[in-house]
């Protein structure tokens, strides 16, 4: 069964149709990438799947475990995380500034620490499994800061840390909240070749560890070497759809996008302003 | 020197008050951006709460039982009062433009007020000072100084309430979570935390602090009427101001601060005008650090 099953889903904007009756899968263990060039609704579509916005028509199920399936756009936005499985990173780095990178990976384990607390009483008197509770959760963030080499920072504010790190650091709080789909959000933008080879093991490593990724990337290097599954958008619909040595040769993909340059397409419309 | 001693712990125990009182308001300012101008109301009822438990208690426990009753009572009453105000007042109104809860706020108050007013009556209400005493720490020329028991247990018990606040804010899942809400909600939601019951809790915590400050208020000068909060409410919010709105130290901070200059004032130079010298300097200090004492800089997002 897959993790991600998107159905006819579309988007508007007033007027504009960021997003036009878009189907496709994300199968389970694997690494699925939506490309397309600007504007052709990749953050849209994004924004959809993890809850941000509440699409205009057609259905997105999830698959947190074979054999169960939840319709997402019916979850409250804090559900989604907890019923759904799905975590996500952002194009521009959304971490808590102001608080530590520990902390910041205890917040996204917040519903099972609270359940532990006994709703806060128990936690301010320290009792009960909440110290266990609480043990687990470090361990847990430790682990992570490990994954992304980030152990020595975990006391620093996030807000200080380079930006290679931060960007890091929000994967390992995505990966704090036990997701059975990481949605990474143009992961490897503004990073060196160095961090972004850093960043294919690390999601390498995150899908062998049992986690489906979907990712939006610009940087074709990443997603030709990294993706199983690739999914074209152009303009808001999706043009193709195929493994990577299959959509490299697809002649329409080419034309749409490869062929255009991948930057700078003076006719694309605006649609990802909204995001 | 007797004398300043003397004002310094009179200006301390004040200062204390106004900083519970103030936690409310940096607290809800910090997590929706709004100033709760019912706080000070609920402080009032919180006094109101006090006084009608320890008239009820009166020789039928003793004094520390009955505070503690007073206290706790109090507490969850007025805890009950912030999550109300917030569900029918605020919630309503969030996403609505920036005047509208503010207006509500001010709306909600007036309520609050009046209420009391017709229920306990606009007469003032007085208790007898239920812990006499103290200690003399000084007689120089004549000029006793004076620690009340009072004052004393005014100061651990805002010590003890402030401690477990701290605690609650700084290392439970509860805490970190209205942290997260109060800087980024939308992501605090996407990481599956109930933005709603943070804000319900953030309310209900910051009118059971007020609650506190409420109870001794009324020890403290055992008279009380519906009109209190006005006052009191209008120097905590001053003292979250002048320690930086947003963060928690600077409302203690501030409050303390303002608790100080009043009583100096008052007793270098006229009671009159305390109230103008604690406006005056507050703004002072905003004109040299426009984000309060202790207050971060607002950067703008693009």
Not at chain 1, 38 to 44: D, E, F, L, Q, S
Not at chain 1, 56 to 83: D, F, M, T, Y
């Amino acid at each position: 069964m897959n993790v991600l099953t998107v159905t006819n889903l579309t988007m508007r904007f007033g007027g504009l149709t960021a997003v036009n009756n878009v189907s496709f899968t994300a199968a389970r263990g694997h690494i699925t990438a939506i490309i397309g060039p600007n504007g052709a609704g990749k953050t849209t579509l994004f924004n959809c799947i993890t809850g941000f916005y509440k699409p205009s028509a057609g259905s997105i199920a999830v698959s947190p475990e074979p054999g169960k399936a939840v319709q997402l756009e019916k979850l409250p936005g804090h559900a989604i995380a907890r019923k759904g499985r799905v975590a996500r990173t952002f194009q521009n780095i959304r971490l808590f500034g102001g608080m530590t990178a520990l902390e910041n990976l205890m917040v996204a384990q917040h519903n099972r620490l609270q359940a532990a607390t006994g709703f806060g009483v128990l936690g301010v008197l320290g009792i009960g499994g909440y110290r266990a509770a609480e043990r687990r959760g470090i361990e847990l963030a430790r682990h992570w800061l490990e994954q992304t080499g980030l152990v020595e920072r975990a006391d620093d504010p996030a807000g200080a840390l380079p930006y290679g790190a931060q960007r890091r650091l929000e994967i390992a709080r995505a990966m704090c909240t036990e997701p059975a789909l990481l949605c990474l959000d143009e992961p490897a933008a503004g990073l060196n070749p160095r961090e972004s080879a850093g960043l294919n093991a690390l999601l390498r490593k995150i899908r062998e560890g049992g986690c489906s990724l979907l990712l939006i990337e610009h940087d074709m290097g990443v997603v030709m070497n990294l993706s199983d599954h690739i999914i074209v958008l152009d303009h808001g619909k999706k043009i193709a759809d195929g493994t990577p040595a299959e959509i490299r040769a697809d002649p329409v993909v080419i034309g749409a996008y490869l062929g255009e340059g991948e930057e700078d397409d003076p006719d694309a419309p605006v649609a990802e302003h909204a995001a | 020197m007797a004398y300043a001693l003397q004002q310094l712990i009179n200006g301390l125990t004040l200062g204390m008050i106004y900083g519970l009182i103030a936690i409310g308001y940096t607290m809800v300012y910090g997590i929706i951006g709004m100033i709760n101008f019912a706080h000070g109301d609920v402080f009032m009822i919180g006094a109101f709460v006090g006084i009608i438990v320890l008239t009820a208690l009166t020789g039928l426990t003793s004094v520390p039982l009955g505070l503690l009753v007073a206290f706790i009572a109090s507490a969850i009453i007025c805890g009950v009062y912030g999550f109300s105000i917030e569900r029918v007042a605020y919630r309503p109104l969030r996403g609505s433009f920036r005047l509208a809860p503010l207006i509500s706020a001010i709306g909600m108050s007036i309520v609050l007020e009046n209420y009391v007013q017709v229920s306990q009556g606009a007469l003032e209400r007085a208790i007898p000072s239920l812990i006499p005493g103290g200690v003399t720490l000084m007689n120089q020329g004549g000029f006793v100084v004076q620690l009340s028991w009072m004052q004393l247990a005014i100061v651990i018990v805002t010590i003890a309430v402030l401690a477990g606040f701290t605690y609650l804010v700084t290392k439970t899942p509860l805490g970190r979570a209205m942290r997260a809400v109060e800087q980024d909600a939308k992501m605090a939601a996407l990481l599956g935390i109930d933005t709603d019951r943070t804000i319900s809790l953030t309310f209900i915590i910051g009118s059971a602090l007020a609650a506190f400050a409420g109870v001794m208020f009324l020890l403290y000068y055992g008279v009380i009427d519906f009109y209190i909060g006005f006052n009191a409410g209008i120097k905590a919010f001053t003292a979250a101001v002048l320690g930086g709105i947003g963060s928690l130290p600077g409302a203690v901070l501030g409050g303390l601060l303002i608790g100080l200059i009043e009583a100096f004032w008052s007793g270098y130079a006229t009671v009159a005008y305390k109230d103008a010298a604690v406006y005056s300097i507050l703004a002072i200090v905003l004109m040299f650090m426009p984000s309060g004492l202790l207050g971060r800089h607002e950067v703008e997002k693009v």
